[in-house]
Structures are given as C-alpha cells and as structure tokens.
C-alpha cells in the first residue's frame, strides 16, 4: 500500500496538480533607460521578478523606424536578459491604435495590402522570438470606451476581421506561444467586459488560436477585488481562456500619505490574493515597479506614487504586503 501512496504523491507533484504554493509569475514592464543605464534598477529588476514585458520597446513606434526597416536592438537586448536570468517575457504588442509610425499612418493602403504590412511585421517579429516569448499581447485595447470597436488605423484600413487575422498570424510564426486579447476597464462587469467576453468567445467560436485575456487593471488605490471580478473571471476561465494582469498600478491622488499607502497596499493584497487564488490567473505584472519611472503622472495630473518602490528603490507597504502572498522566488 506505502508503495502506491508515494507513486501517487510523485505523479502529483510531477503533474503540478499538487496544489503547493502555486504563485503565478509576477513580472514588471521594463523601460529601456534605466534598464541600460540605472544599476539599482537592474539590481531591483534582477532581484524581484521571474517574468517582464518591454513597456515601449516590442511597439510599432520603437520597432519599427520605416516600412522596409526594423530596429530590434532594444527588443533583442531584453529578449537575450530575460533567456540569461531565467526570466520569462511577454511580448507587447502586436497590434495597437497608438504609437504606430508615422509612415505607416500617412500611408494609404488598400485592404489587401494592409493585411499584407500586417502579416509581414507580426510574422518578422513574433517569428524572430520563437519560443523565446511565452505570451504575446497580440491585440490591445480594440475595444473603445463605449463598448464599441475602436476607431483605429487597422479597424479603418482592414476592417473588424483584422484582430482575429492578427492572432492567426501570430500563432503561424509561434504555434507555442499564449496569444493575449490585452484591454483596460475590462476587470469588473460592464458593457465593455461584455463586448470583449463577446469578442474573445467568437475568435473561440471562429477557431482562432487565442489563449487569454490580460487585465491591464490600471487602477486607483483602495481597489478591491469583488464579486463581479470573480464572475468576470469565471466566465474567461468557462471559454477555455487563461487570464493574467498585464499592467498592474494603483495611483494615488497626490500628495500621498500613510492612510493612502495602506489604501494601495490592501489593494495590492487583494489582487495578489485573488491571483494566486484562481489556478487560471497566470500572471501579475507590474506596469513598472519604481514610481521613478511610472507614466501615471503624466497621464494623470495629480496621481502618482502608483508602483511597489519609491523613487529611491525603498519598498513601499504595498511592497511587504504583496510579498506576503507572493514571496520572492529564488529566479
Ligand atoms: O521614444 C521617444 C523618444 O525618441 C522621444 O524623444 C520622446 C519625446 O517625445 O518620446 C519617446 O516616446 C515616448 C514613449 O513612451 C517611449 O518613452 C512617447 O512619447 C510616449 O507617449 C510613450 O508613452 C508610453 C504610452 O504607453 C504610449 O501610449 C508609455 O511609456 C507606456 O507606459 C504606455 O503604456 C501603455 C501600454 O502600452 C498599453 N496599456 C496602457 C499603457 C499606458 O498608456
């Protein structure tokens, strides 16, 4: 009997179905600066996280200087750190409505031929990391605020049928890769989570190779995970779609203070915890880890302070609470 009680408890572990400290990857986006120049940067990026995603660097804008030119050389250089440190790294993205050249934005191209400039850059791109990216945000926020499909140079130029011909030319050039629908403001229950549920379930339909859906989860201190968050996420998790947060930050309405900070750090908690809690969650990414280097406060006049370490590396409350639901892996 002893014999077959081991057996057992090895095909669990070997299997993973055992469900010891199962923690999904906790990753941050990289900006290129402080990553070639900042050695307390690379020190923290080193130390902290076991997966990362370029916040600039895989776009069409940095990609892409003109339409018979491609400038790998900041995508390569985080492609070859995350191989050498053991990270794993997303890629980001594919197909967006901003940061697209100016070359290609002036250029007037037929249906065919967009479709044409279209397959060439994601098959150069994705095909040049085979098996070196693990997921890939092939389409990002084609879903407009209002719940409609979102005015865009692909929408305008190939028409709706473009994102699912995005993710067919994704997995061409990397059949391994997890192919991502990536949005904002899709985390709860609203018409416009209904309007991408309805568009990842008919790319499903369709029999299109999409693998998950990314939360961006921007979000505001004193976030909380709730019901509708569950709901949301069962309803992924029904489809056959796993789910990861892609760009986690909790601003705070400036001037920040210790009652905000435990705000931010109870929210960073929750998500962590809700997280860790779904099996189907495989990722919680950080869209950076310094307030340093955040784009909240350009973007949002007032906000700040959104990240895990201060603008002097020191980790922040929402640091020491998130690690206690996800300690630090030795990566
Ligand atoms: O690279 C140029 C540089 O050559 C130029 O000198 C400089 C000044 O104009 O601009 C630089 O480009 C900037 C780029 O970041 C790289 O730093 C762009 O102006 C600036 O607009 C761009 O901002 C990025 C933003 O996306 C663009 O919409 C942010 O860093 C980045 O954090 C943000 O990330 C997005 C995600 O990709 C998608 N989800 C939302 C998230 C926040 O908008």
């Not at 790998?72 to 750190?81: I, R, S």
């Amino acid at each position: 009997m002893k014999f077959y009680l081991v057996v057992g408890l090895c095909s669990l572990i070997v299997t993973g179905s055992a469900t010891f400290s199962r923690t999904p990857y906790f990753g941050t986006a990289v900006a290129m600066d402080p990553f070639r120049n900042d050695r307390e940067y690379r020190a923290v990026l080193d130390r902290e996280f076991d997966m990362i995603v370029a916040e600039n660097a895989f776009k069409w804008s940095e990609l892409r200087p003109g339409p018979d030119t491609f400038d790998f050389d900041d995508a390569d250089a985080l492609v070859a750190y995350a191989s050498a440190t053991g990270k794993k790294i997303r890629g980001h993205t594919l197909v967006w409505h901003r940061q697209l050249p100016k070359w290609l934005l002036e250029s007037k191209p037929s249906r065919d031929e967009a479709i044409a400039i279209l397959r060439e850059h994601i098959s150069r791109v994705v095909g040049r990391y085979a098996g070196r990216v693990d997921a890939w945000d092939v389409v990002n926020e084609a879903i407009d605020d209002d719940a409609k499909m979102r005015d865009s140079f692909w929408l305008r130029t190939i028409g709706p049928d473009y994102v699912g011909l995005a993710f067919e030319f994704a997995h061409d050039a990397d059949p391994k890769a997890k192919l991502y629908y990536n949005d904002y403001s899709i985390e709860d229950l609203s018409p416009k989570s209904d309007a991408v549920f309805d568009l990842v379930r008919d790319l499903k339909k369709k029999g299109v190779a999409i693998d998950g859906v990314g939360w961006q989860a921007h979000v505001i201190a004193g976030f909380r995970i709730g019901r509708e968050h569950l709901q949301n996420s069962k309803r992924i998790r029904e489809l056959g779609l796993e789910l990861s947060i892609t760009e986690l930050d909790l601003r705070i309405e400036l001037p920040s203070n210790v009652e905000k900070l435990r705000l931010q750090a109870d929210s960073f908690a929750s998500i962590a915890r809700f997280c860790k809690a779904d099996k189907n969650c495989k990722a919680l990414v950080m869209w950076g880890f310094t307030d340093a280097h955040s784009w909240i406060p350009g973007a949002f006049p007032g906000f700040g302070d959104a990240l895990i370490f201060d603008t002097s590396f020191r980790p922040k409350q929402g640091y020491d609470e998130l690690r206690r639901v996800f300690p630090r892996k030795q990566v």
